[in-house]
C-alpha cells in the first residue's frame, strides 16, 4: 500500500500532534554544489519502526551510499552523496518498513550566493562586536511574545528570570544604533528553539537545532535581520552550542542510541576545571569528568565521540552558514567539548567557507591555558585550530586589576602590561575578542565600583587594544549589575519596549552621566573605524611606571599613542622620552576632546588619553 508521507520540520518536534504520516530530517535540507559532496541525513517519525527498513532514494544526482539503523527504531540515518549534476528540487524517500512503504520528501536548494562577500566574511581585528540577549533587548513584534503550545508560557519583565518579549524584529529596528557605536557586528545569545519548562531567555538549552526559536519570530524574521545586517555592511556571528543540549531536545527525550549523551551511573557534573585536559600529570578520571561532565541537570552532555553526533553537529553548523548567511561563530563552552572532534568540525567549516572565523568560549586560568585552545605557538602533540577565544585572561589578569588595584611591583597596571606580554603563546594574538563584560558576569560598570572615570578608561582601553573588541548591550550606557544571581546582569534595554521611560535609542530619558558616557562610546567608536592603525596596525606597550601605562598603535599612516594614567595623581607625560615610535612627531590631537596636545602634557588621575600623533 503506497502513501503519500507529508514532512514536517517544525519547531514541535516532541509534540503529540505528530500523525502516523510524519516524517521529519535532519538537516532539514541541503544544498547543490557544496564543495563537501557527502551529506548524512536523520530521518525520524516516532509512530513508525524503523528496525528492519529498507530504504530507496530517487533523485537525478543523488546516491545512497548507506543505510545506518538504532537501536530506537524511530530512526534512520542515509548517508547520501549529492553529485555536481544534482539539481534543485525534491528528493524522495522510499521506506519500505513492516509491509508498507513511505514516501517522505528532502528538499535540495540553491546555494546562497555572495560567499565571502555578503556572507561568511570572517571577522578580524577591523570589526567591532556588539553582543546581546534578544530577550531583552527590543520587542518589535509584541504577537510572538507567547507562541502556544510550548512549555514556557511566562511573560513578565518584573521577573529577572521569566521571558521579557525581545525578538529579532526589534534588533533590525534598532541597526543604526548599534552601527554609532562603532560595531561592524551583531552576536546575540543563541536564537535557535529552546522548548524547555523554564529559564527560556537564554537560548543556551537548544530542543531543534534546526529551528529558530518562534518566540522570536522564527526563520523569517532571522533572515530579515541578516538580510538587514549585510545591506548595512554588517556581520553577523551565531552562537553555537556543541557541548550539550536543553533536556527537552528530541535527541535527549527519545535519542536514537543510548551513546548519544554523556551516561552517568548517576548524575555527574563537570569540575570545569580545565587543567584536567593539559595538565602533563592529569588523571584520566579527572580529564573524564571535565569533558564528559553535565554542565547543569538541565543540559545534557553531547557524546561528540559518537559518529553519528559528530556529523549531525558539523552539518547544523554549515546549514546555518548557508541558510541564515553567517559570518562567524562563538562556540559556547568550548574548553568542555573533544578537541580532537572540534578540530574536525572546524576544518569542516573552513574547507566550505575559507573565510569562516569562529572563536570558543574558554573561560580559563590564565594566558597558557587559553592558549591551549586556540592556534599557538606552543609544542605540544595536539595543535588547535581554533581561530581565537573570547580573552578572559587579559580581562581578568590585566585590566580589572589595573583599573581596581593598587600599583606596586606585583599589583596594578603592571599585570596589563603583563598579561600582553604573554602574546608570544598565540599565532595571532589579534584574533582574540577583547571584552569588558558579558551575560555571564559583572556588568564593568559595577567591576569599577560604578566609577565614571575608570568606566570611561576601560573603554577606552577596549577601543584601542589589540584583538576584535566586544560590547555587551546596555554597558555603553552605563547599566550596572552584579552576577549574582546572574539575571540581574541580563535586564532589558531602555527604550525596547512602548512605553518605557528611558528610551536610549532616542537619547530619552537619560541622565547627564548616561548620556554623556553615551557620547563618549560613539566618539571612541566613530575614530576606530576610520583609524587603520587601531584597527589592523602592530602595537607597542612600555613598562608602566608608578601607575603610567602607555601604548602605541601605528602602521604606515598612523601612530596612535594611548596613555593611561592609573595613579591617585596627575602626572606629566613627556612624549619625547618614547621617541622610538615619537621621534618624527610633534604633538598630536586628542580623539575624545579634541584639543592640540604638544610634546610635553598633564593627564589627571585614574584618567586615559586618546592622541593620534602629528608631524
Known sequence: MNKKFVVIVSALVLSISLTAQSVEFYPSNWFVHMKNKRVQVL???????????????????????????????????????????????????????????????????????????????????????????????????????????????????????????????????????????????????????????????????????????????????????????????????????????????????????????HQWPKYTQTHYREQAIF???????????????????????????????????????IWSVETFGVDAFRVDTYKYCNVEVMNRLNKALIDEYPKIFTFGECWVDGVAAQAYFIENNLNLSFKSNLKATSDFSLLFGGLLPALNETNNWSNGVIKLYTTLSYDFLYKQANNNVIFLDNHDMTRIHSSLGESIPKTKMAYAWLYTCRGIPQLYYGSEILMKGISNPDGWVRLDFPGGWAGDQ?????????????????????????????????????????????????????????????????????RLVDITKYDERTHDFKGGIDIIAGNKIGTQFSIQAMTMQVIELTK
Open 43 to 261: 530521518i525520524r517519525s516516532i509512530n513508525q519502526d524503523f528496525t528492519k527498513a529498507s530504504l530507496q532514494v530517487n533523485f537525478p544526482g543523488v546516491k545512497l551510499q548507506a543505510v545506518h539503523h538504532f537501536k530506537n527504531g524511530h530512526y534512520l540515518a542515509a548517508d547520501l552523496i549529492i553529485e555536481e549534476s544534482a539539481k534543485v528540487g525534491n528528493v524522495n524517500f522510499v521506506i519500505n518498513t513492516q509491509g508498507h512503504t513511505l514516501n517522505a520528501i528532502w528538499t535540495l536548494k540553491e546555494r546562497r550566493k555572495g560567499l565571502g562577500k555578503n556572507f561568511a566574511q570572517g571577522l578580524g581585528s577591523s570589526d567591532l562586536i556588539y553582543f546581546l540577549m534578544p530577550d531583552r533587548f527590543s520587542n518589535g513584534d509584541p504577537s510572538n511574545d507567547k507562541v502556544s503550545g510550548l512549555k514556557d508560557q511566562s511573560l513578565n519583565r518584573d521577573s529577572i528570570f521569566l521571558r521579557h518579549g525581545g525578538d529579532l524584529k526589534g534588533i533590525t529596528n534598532h541597526l543604526d544604533y548599534i552601527q554609532k557605536l562603532g560595531a561592524t557586528t551583531l552576536w546575540m545569545t543563541p536564537v535557535v528553539e529552546n522548548d524547555m519548562p523554564d529559564r527560556t531567555e537564554h537560548g543556551y538549552a537548544a530542543t531543534n537545532n534546526y529551528a529558530i526559536e518562534k518566540r522570536f519570530g522564527g526563520e523569517a524574521a532571522y533572515l530579515a535581520l541578516s538580510d538587514s545586517l549585510h545591506k548595512k555592511g554588517m556581520k553577523l556571528v551565531q552562537d553555537i552550542v556543541y557541548n550539550h543540549f536543553g533536556r527537552f531536545h528530541f535527541l535527549v527525550q527519545d535519542a536514537p542510541d543510548k551513546d548519544w549523551l
Open 502 to 570: 528611558k528610551n536610549a535609542f532616542t537619547e530619552t530619558g537619560l541622565n547627564n552621566d548616561e548620556l554623556d558616557f553615551l557620547h563618549y562610546v560613539q566618539t571612541l567608536g566613530a575614530y576606530r573605524n576610520k583609524s587603520s592603525a587601531l584597527k589592523t596596525g602592530d602595537m607597542m606597550q612600555y613598562l608602566p611606571e608608578d601607575g603610567l601605562y602607555v601604548y602605541f598603535r601605528y602602521d604606515n599612516n598612523k601612530t596612535v599613542m594611548c596613555v593611561m594614567n592609573t595613579d591617585s595623581k596627575a
Open 279 to 317: 595538565d602533563p600529570y592529569h588523571s584520566k578520571t579527572d580529564e573524564k569528568k571535565m569533558i564528559d561532565g553535565w554542565f547543569t541537570t538541565e543540559m545534557p552532555d553531547v557524546n561528540q565521540e559518537n559518529t553519528f553526533v559528530e556529523k549531525y553537529l558539523t552539518q547544523n553548523a
